[in-house]
């Protein structure tokens, strides 16, 4: 066997390689006493470890990377669309307030729109997530001032504002806001995808040397292993010279 590539696996192919590794020939190798739970670090000494455990940790814990990295995407859009959801509520309130019969409402509903909102009320929900987090926090801080203070009781905000608050920290908590990581949620999806790969590489190639020079009684446990790898890579080829690349798996969005 040629050694395949999985340079062009989706996520989603990677993914569905998680229910392989619980069924046929993967699941003959019981790596149980050495996985701790919740960690991608071996239970005791992997030196000694039969090969075969080694080769199917490498592909759990990448595997398990990837989910994880998935989740947080996952829920950094979902905290996204509940700040964005926030952010027009009170751009929504504040224009209603704007007709209010009584002019110091009127007055109150300007002041806040100049001072809380970005271009015609809703543009900062087209920040990018770290951003959008600062002007959440930003809008929080104009509540102490005295004149701001004085219009969202006016204006029967408050409930308003404990929600920018609320929706503001879940997606600071969701992107990881000020840990220093440096990647976007769904950077750190792509680069978990692209570490699999690498360890799915690795992984066959270490079983296909052992499969080249090992003894007869190594073909029966390494040709299966190989070929449900092989049938994963095979399903994903590079693409023909003129064709036309697919879609991203991660799907653009706002944060970068």
């Known amino acids: 066997m040629s050694a395949p590539s999985f340079a062009h696996v989706p996520e989603e192919g990677f993914q569905a390689f998680v229910q392989a590794l619980s069924d046929g020939p993967w699941a003959l190798i019981d790596t149980t006493s050495y996985q701790a739970a919740g960690s991608s670090?071996?239970?005791?000494?992997?030196?000694?470890a039969p090969v075969q455990i080694t080769w199917k940790l490498r592909l759990t814990w990448a595997l398990a990377a990837l989910g994880a990295a998935r989740g947080g995407a996952d829920a950094a859009k979902d905290a996204d669309i509940a700040w964005d959801t926030t952010q027009k509520r009170l751009g929504a309130l504040?224009?209603?307030?704007?007709?209010?019969?009584?002019?110091?409402?009127?007055?109150?509903?300007?002041?806040?729109?100049?001072?809380?909102?970005?271009?015609?009320?809703?543009s900062q929900t087209n920040l990018r997530y770290q951003q959008?987090?600062?002007?959440?926090?930003?809008?929080l801080e104009l509540t102490k001032q005295p004149?701001?203070?004085a219009d969202i009781t006016l204006l029967d905000l408050e409930t308003v504002i404990a929600e920018i608050?609320?929706?503001?920290?879940?997606?600071?908590d969701?992107?990881?806001?000020?840990?220093?990581?440096?990647?976007?949620?769904?950077?750190?999806?792509?680069a978990a995808v692209a570490a699999c790969a690498a360890a799915f590489s690795e992984v066959v190639d270490?079983?296909?040397?052992?499969?080249?020079?090992?003894?007869?009684?190594?073909?029966?446990?390494?040709?299966?292993?190989?070929e449900s790898?092989?049938?994963?890579?095979?399903?994903?080829?590079?693409?023909?010279p003129g064709t036309i690349t697919p879609a991203p798996t991660v799907e653009p969005s706002k944060e970068g």
């Open 132 to 139: 959008e987090v600062d002007f959440g926090r930003a809008q």
């Open 165 to 172: 608050q609320q929706s503001t920290d879940a997606l600071a």
């Open 206 to 226: 270490s079983i296909a040397w052992i499969h080249a020079h090992g003894a007869p009684d190594d073909l029966p446990r390494t040709q299966p292993l190989l």
């Open 41 to 48: 670090s071996s239970a005791k000494s992997l030196s000694d």
């Open 94 to 122: 504040l224009l209603a307030a704007t007709h209010d019969p009584n002019p110091d409402k009127r007055a109150a509903a300007a002041r806040l729109q100049k001072a809380f909102l970005r271009g015609a009320g809703t």
């Open 229 to 240: 790898l092989h049938a994963l890579a095979k399903r994903y080829p590079a693409p023909s």
């Open 174 to 190: 969701a992107i990881g806001h000020g840990e220093g990581t440096g990647r976007r949620p769904s950077e750190r999806r792509r």
């Open 147 to 149: 004149q701001h203070t």
